[in-house]
């Protein structure tokens, strides 16, 4: 500011230039009167204008003299001087009238100089900082008042703090000045940069500091528009950028293109269409081309045409066919359009299936079918429709049967066989079907091989293994029907070495090696065996407890007195009748032992009038369960089959089934107890496993609770449960089977394992947890079957603890050997239950993600979003997640299913695996966040 300043009385305050240490020149004020008392010295700066302050900061450089550094001056000599101020609209013609002024403060040395400092020539700088305010007037006078000290003033900085212009999140903040109150701040709401928008209304708060805090919301750069530094650019041409959102413009889909900049679609190339729904990230696509192989099989009343889908579908799944019937007479041109006579089953237009059957059609006349292929934007090509035509005329028979089939030779693994061509092939023999299967599984499975000659080698067997085998050739008009069954067996061992005979003689040695083994094996089985009474073998190993298969018994009777003690039915009272079983009815009742208490028991009973196979049914469960003794596991007390009725005793369980039991006391219990029943039964489950025994059946259902809660593992008996249990329904390969409990690998290849009872055993937690809700609720089996295979999993029930949600999606791993074992299931249960406060954690705690945007959760398990996608086989929507922002998964986590939808997931089974993917991801940080436990 302008000097000289007002210093009165003109004696006191001057002004001095002197040299600092580096010979500088400072301008200076000084006033030095310590000798004399009563100093009342005034120096005053010039008006000083507020402009937006609201407080305003002085800053003074000072030195100060120490009095005791000056002899003769005890009394006189003062180390502070006063700070005062004026505020004043008027920046002239103000008189100086000191008792206008109202004061700042005293202000004192931090450090004074003495004599001896000023032989040195040093200069002890003090500076020191006051603030005032609120500042209402235009501007202010700052008035400095000595009473008697030895200073020089060296500068008087004044200012205020201001929040400067800055752009965060693409949003712009103006300057601005904090609130004079520092504990409260200035909230600004930003205005977005060019060609940006709002996505949350942007936020910054300016503190007393003048520094911004606490961002909030953002703006993202508009479609067609990407951020480069802060600000939004125009896409290239031949980029695009299709969702607002702070990403990149992306190269220009696959068939499509732009010459523009700033281009939010790309247009299609010629010949090349976008759907109504179809998502600008998506490629262009075409309309297929004409399907391919159309065949035909016929009969008296129904015509079945089948054909291959188009070599090329022009870029899209959404494929259907149509079929147009034409009456044509001899001349090809004159065709007409068959008319309402004919049907089409399922129908003639949206076909999904490659295949159709006609039905009410006239003899001995020429149709012409026309198969079309579509898809989404065939309505949008002009181009000519490309359909694959096929003429028939209905008196045309299919290949007679195939007659005899000769088994070539056969070794451990594969049997080759041939056959004549059928006597009347009626056209030329396009392939033969081989459709195989073991016999002993007849229903269950089948498998099925293609061969051009009347001949084939079947490989991938198993050894001494009876298969039949079934034949059926294929013309242009169709397949004949399946010749007659043929049972034909593999080899074992010995007979490997006879089809490889004349091979060299390492392996000749080596299979006489192994025929040694088998010798010594098979005598070593007919010892024990026959000691057993059993023709099928278990090995034992010491010290491991194994289970046997009753069926394994010649007689399936004497296994049932192997395992089950035979009771006296005047040791039985029965009392009641609880429940109706496949066989007869369950009563509960009590059983006396001599010397003993009664116990209560629950018992079932075989119905009068059974055949055989009945009997042998029912009794196997008792074969089963009499080989177990575990608190889990139901105890069996004996079996009556001495005299009629037959009738199985077990334990009596107070509380019936636990599925029942559950919701008949819905919300009842506490978590600690509801894991105390999960702990009960995995430890059933794991004495099972640990015996060999597979359950197949392991539902809430089966499970029965005493009176002090314990859960207990019930129902065995192999395919007999699932005869039994209404739940089980049967898959296409033949099997019955309770859907919604079993294993993906055991619902489509019946591969049964403790693996698969761990998926089950994930089913029964969801049961518990959600006190006997029926898992996938209302859905189809069909749907359940497709879901899973999508990757859709149960999400958590309601107050469920985030780590129990966390072991059920453990158990429904789709790799079975990644599932827990009921080992490593029981001791985390029993973590839990020792730590209750790990149950604290519910998934509904876990899902809501942080919105604070300092919070940046961390992904231990995917790095980039692409490497997620193609983990759950949804690669092709990298684009998609790019194109709309989602870049990190830091924010793809935050993703609802509606902005799943938006990017472009149209399908509902991928928008189900990318949410259930994610749930298992912010799982899983929730469980490194909380260190908690591993399974
Ligand atoms: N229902 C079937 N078995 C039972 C048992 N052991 N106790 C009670 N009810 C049952």
Known sequence: HTLPWLAPPPWAWDAITEMDEYNRPIHTYQVCNVMEPNQNNWLRTNWISRDAAQKIYVEMKFTLRDCNSIPWVLGTCKETFNLYYLESDESHGIKFKPNQYSKIDTIAADESFTQMDLGDRILKLNTEVREVGPINRKGFFLAFQDIGACIALVSVRVYYKKCPFTVRNLAMFPDTIPRVDSSSLVEVRGSCVKSAEERDTPKLYCGADGDWLVPLGRCICSVGYEEVDGSCHACRSGFYKAFAGNIKCSKCPPHSQTFVEATSVCQCEKGYFRAEKDPATMACTRPPSAPRNVIFNINETALMLEWSPPSDTGGRKDLTYSVICKKCGSDASQCEICGGGIRFIPRHTGLINSSVTVLDFVSHVNYTFEIEAMNGVSELSFSPKQFTAITITTDQDAPSLIGMVRKDWASQNSIALSWQDPDFPNGAILDYEIKYYEKEQEQLSYSSTRSKAPSVIVTGLKPATKYIFHIRARTATGYSGYSQKFEFE??????????????????????????????????????????????GFSVRFPGTKTYIDPDTYEDPSLAVHEFAKEIDPSRIRIERVIGAGEFGEVCSGRLKTPGKREIPVAIKTLKGGYVDRQRRDFLREASIMGQFDHPNIIRLEGVVTKSKPVMIVVEYMENGSLDSFLRKHDGHFTVIQLVGMLRGIASGMKYLSDMGYV??????????????????????????????????????????????????????????????DTWSYGIVMWEVMSYGER???????????????????LPAPMGCPASLHQLMLHCWQKERNHRPKFTDIVS???????????????????????????????????????????????????????????????????????EIRRIGVVLIGHQRRIVSSLQTLRLHMMHIQEKGFHV
Not at 510 to 533: P, R
Not at 785 to 793: D, K, P, T, V
């Open 490 to 535: 593999t080899g074992d061992e010995t007979s490997d070495m006879a089809a490889e005979q004349g091979q060299i003689l390492v392996i000749a040695t080596a299979a006489v090696g192994g025929f040694t083994l088998l010798v010594i094996l098979t005598l070593f089985f007919l010892i024990t065996g026959s000691k057993n009474n059993i023709s």
């Open 695 to 756: 359950h197949r059946d392991l539902a809430a259902r089966n499970i029965l609770v005493n009176s002090n809660l314990m859960c207990k593992v019930s129902d065995f008996g192999l395919s007999r449960v699932l005869e039994d249990d209404p739940e089980a329904a049967y898959t296409t390969s033949g099997g019955k089977i309770p859907i919604r409990w079993t294993a993906p690998e055991a619902i489509a290849y019946r591969k049964f394992s403790s693996a698969s």
């Open 775 to 793: 898992p996938y609720w209302e859905m189809s089996n069909q749907d359940v079957i497709l879901s899973i295979e999508e990757g859709y999993r």
């Open 828 to 898: 985390f249960l029993d973590k839990l239950i020792r730590n209750p406060s790990s149950l604290h954690t519910l998934v509904e705690d876990v899902l809501v993600m942080p919105d604070s945007p300092g919070e940046v959760p961390e992904y231990p398990f995917f790095v980039s979003v692409s490497d997620w996608l193609d983990s759950i086989k949804m690669g092709q929507y990298k684009n998609n997640f790019m194109a709309a922002g989602y870049t990190t998964m830091d924010l793809v986590s935050r993703m609802s299913i509606d």
